[in-house]
């Protein structure tokens, strides 16, 4: 029992008395339900493995979405982790494939370029401007804060040397106010970076009032 | 009493019950608590006056920011309404002029183009657009929701026949994922938004890593 609060202690977010509270509440519960939960870490464990093309967790080696042959090869998403790849999926943003880093870049906690798949990002990225004469598109999207923008450009100075990188296109997801907000509630530096990303606005008869 | 509570109800957000509050409050407040509060009215309805130039309110005419020499007369913001102009300047986004439209365009609630200060804003670009040969920039910084970028095209639309038009340039504030902020927490438009607008990354040896 001592050991089970120790390890549920461990679990972000979850104090000693927390940890104390779901261990006697396994306790209580019937013997399945305490076994299923042990069981459902287990195989989460044995079988979500770290995709060998794009670093993601899948139980399949390739990944679907790397297999998916809907998907365009030459655009890939950079993102900082599995739940990165998950939002986007799920607002369905891209028709593209992933790339996911397995972290971001933070010197003060110790996370440097080796911890993350940059050097597999690196190869890949390399592999496709050696196939053929097409633009590869890059598209970094780790996130709009300090660490991920250290990222992004680590990223792209990592590949900016790569033979072929005049094909090589890499953006950045944009940054604003976001859609459905106000101007006069937003922070400076959203309002500093809705006006520095001003775009030349397109009429188009379907879109005029 | 029961006029002041009618007049006091028509306040936004105030309610019959509100209102009596209120009322009986100015009632046992000493009496010159209450009558500053009557001054500050009259004397605010009195001396603010819309610029005849930009459309915002200001106690001088012209405003004292159509007046600053420090900035550049040929980038005119267009905002909806003064609070918008009131924010963008105490971010210190912009070193340009206003023009404020006086609200957005909204169908339903019966607010057209004619209750908006449109015809002042042509004005005021054409005669710009004839007094020299540089160009002229409008940035069109109303809100980033459904009425805002309709009354953003609506803009552009009376303005692109002017003539001199090719040296006008049109731009609309940048939406995105704001600065700060996750992706895994964004809406989907907000995420469809930074994957539209996602611009190719600049390395310069400053910001390298």
Chains 1, 2 share one sequence.
Do not use: K
Request: a negative charge; proline letters at 7%.
């Amino acid at each position: 029992m001592a050991r089970l609060i120790t390890e549920l202690g461990r679990l972000p977010g979850i104090c000693e008395i927390t940890a104390e509270r779901l261990a006697s509440h396994l306790l209580l519960v019937p013997r399945d339900q305490a076994l299923g939960l042990a069981r459902a870490i287990q195989e989460m464990r044995e079988q979500l493995r770290r995709c060998s093309l794009c670093g993601g967790y899948a139980q399949e080696e390739p990944c679907p979405i790397c297999r998916d042959p809907g998907r365009d090869p030459r655009r890939i998403v950079v993102v900082e982790e599995p739940r990165d790849q998950v939002a986007l999926e799920e607002a369905g943003v891209c028709d593209g494939r992933y790339h996911v880093l397995g972290g971001r870049l933070a010197p003060l906690e110790g996370v440097e370029s080796r911890d993350l798949t940059l050097e597999l990002l690196a190869r890949r990225v390399a592999a496709l401007l050696a196939e053929g004469p097409e633009l590869v598109e890059l598209i970094i999207a780790t996130n709009p804060n300090l660490e991920g923008d250290h990222t992004a450009l680590a990223v792209a100075t990592r590949l900016q040397g790569l033979p072929g990188h005049e094909r090589l296109v890499m953006t950045r997801i944009a940054t604003g106010l976001p859609s459905g907000s106000a101007i006069e509630y937003a922070h400076r530096e959203v309002l500093v970076d809705a006006f520095r990303g001003r775009r030349p606005l397109e009429i188009t008869s379907e879109s005029a009032p």
